[in-house]
């Protein structure tokens, strides 16, 4: 599978909320049970047998093919989490217009995700994408054997696809997704070393361009945007991470009445480029202390993701008075891969020595607090995107499963503390002036 089929399967992974968000938890309603009876989910699972191709995994049966297709239907229209659970939030306590779940029916944005999830070709790829990380393989059959279940009839064919499903060998060709890191190529590969001296965008305002110290209850999250030459270099880009609840396996939600609490939780943290001339440009963002899943990133001036790593992300924690190493971010526009594809989107490493050096001459005292978290994969949440993929870090284990990742039933979350403050709203590339050196 080529990535530029899946455009920015790791790369362009985001999601649905836009700017900065600041939050609190939400209460998880019970799941409703499903009306659809089994004879109805074996009647719309085989939309995808086709004459012509279908979906196999060795050993399974067509029960499983089934379930697994109506979890990954549910999956693709919102409704479902792909780690097997089903958690509806009552829109009468958080905020509607940045929820997964409220963003197919909330308007501005929202809406526009929800419209598009809605159309049948990109939910059809949204749920390939789910069933081909469940161990789903897509074969496709040389016109000789479709033309030859094309002829069977009706119990006949029912038969064949029954059996064909769990087959050890199938005639074809096979399309499988194993892997969800990045993709390797060499015009991908980021040298260590800088190509450029570092610089600390804060704001495009000089008079806002202070970095204040960190809030009882802050870290903060340190990232760069590397520009190392090619297709990188003068881009702009885009990160965004959203607050996660780990023992849930899910987002946790600003509530309706944030404003009224004073509630300023950091909950959707925006990252965007300031100074897409830098080589090597560090963005220091002030957080509630907590938990973050990398839901996503984007390539270009002021350009919002589309796509969400809801089908597993990276999360990391980011604790009280520590200035968290996420990474760093390259842009790539257009980067021609070994295959004759090109790549739009944003490719991550982690290099914490040279960042903390890098920082360490431009602020000496948040060099000394920088710290590199641990990060985790495959952190599962609601899905609202009109791309729903996964990513993997590199070398990084997966989270140890969510205790309520089984669970549908009401719970009440952690109290979230309500003393940390966002960051202001990130600039864009034409309003950005010269970075603090």
């Keep these: 599978m080529k990535w ?3 455009r920015t399967a790791v790369v362009s992974i985001a999601a649905v909320g836009v700017g900065l968000g600041l939050a609190g938890a939400a209460q998880a309603q019970p799941a409703p049970t499903s009306d659809d009876t089994p004879e109805e989910i074996a009647k719309d699972a085989a939309r995808d047998l086709k004459d012509n191709r279908f979906y196999n995994k060795p050993g399974a049966t067509r029960a499983q093919y089934d379930a697994d297709w109506q979890e990954c239907r549910l999956i693709a229209r919102g409704s479902k989490i792909i780690n097997g659970s089903t958690t509806y939030y009552n829109p009468a306590l958080y905020n509607p217009s940045i929820s997964p779940l409220a963003a197919g029916v909330g308007g501005g944005i929202g809406a526009a995700i929800g419209a598009a999830i809605a159309e049948g070709i990109q939910r059809r790829d949204n749920r390939k994408r789910c069933l081909m990380i469940k161990g789903w393989r897509l074969v ?3 016109d000789n054997q479709a033309n030859s279940v094309a002829e069977m009839g009706d119990a006949e064919k029912q038969a064949y696809f029954n059996r064909i499903v769990g087959a050890e060998t199938v005639d074809g060709s096979i399309e499988t997704r194993t892997s969800f890191a990045q993709p390797d190529d060499p015009a991908l590969a980021i040298a260590p070393a800088l190509a450029g001296a570092p610089t600390l ?3 495009k305002d000089p008079v806002k ?10 870290g903060a999250i340190v990232l760069a945007f590397r520009r190392n030459g090619g297709a990188a270099a003068g881009r702009s880009g885009m990160v965004q991470l959203f607050r996660y609840d780990p023992a849930k396996g899910d987002l946790i939600y600003q509530p309706r ?3 009224k609490k004073g509630d300023k939780t950091s909950y959707v943290v925006t990252v965007a480029s300031g100074d897409r001339k830098a080589p090597y440009e560090l963005r220091v963002i002030p957080v509630t202390a907590g938990d973050y899943v990398l839901n996503g990133g984007s ?5 919002q993701p589309t796509s969400s790593n809801c089908f597993g992300a990276p999360v990391m924690r980011v604790e009280a008075g520590q200035y968290a190493y996420l990474g760093d971010a390259s842009p790539f526009m257009g980067e021609k891969l070994a295959d004759g594809s090109k790549l739009f989107g944003m490719i991550y490493s982690r290099n914490f020595d040279i960042a903390r050096d890098a920082m360490a001459k431009l602020r000496p005292d948040i060099a000394s607090k920088m710290v590199e978290p641990t990060i985790h994969n495959h952190a599962t949440y609601s899905c609202a995107a009109v791309t729903m993929d996964r990513f993997d870090w590199p070398g990084m284990s997966d989270l140890p499963a969510a205790e309520a990742a089984t669970a549908s039933t009401s719970a009440t979350p952690p109290a979230e503390p309500a003393s940390g403050a966002a960051p202001d709203a990130p600039a864009t590339d034409a309003e950005a002036q010269a970075p603090t050196q």
Excluded at 209 to 218: D, M, N, S, Y
Excluded at 299 to 303: D, H, Q
């Design 257 to 259: 009445d944030w404003k």
């Design 4 to 6: 530029n089929d899946v």
């Design 299 to 303: 390539v270009g001036p002021a350009v």
């Design 140 to 142: 496709k059959l040389p």
């Design 201 to 203: 965008f804060i704001h």
């Design 209 to 218: 361009a202070v970095l204040p110290p960190l809030e009882p209850g802050q």
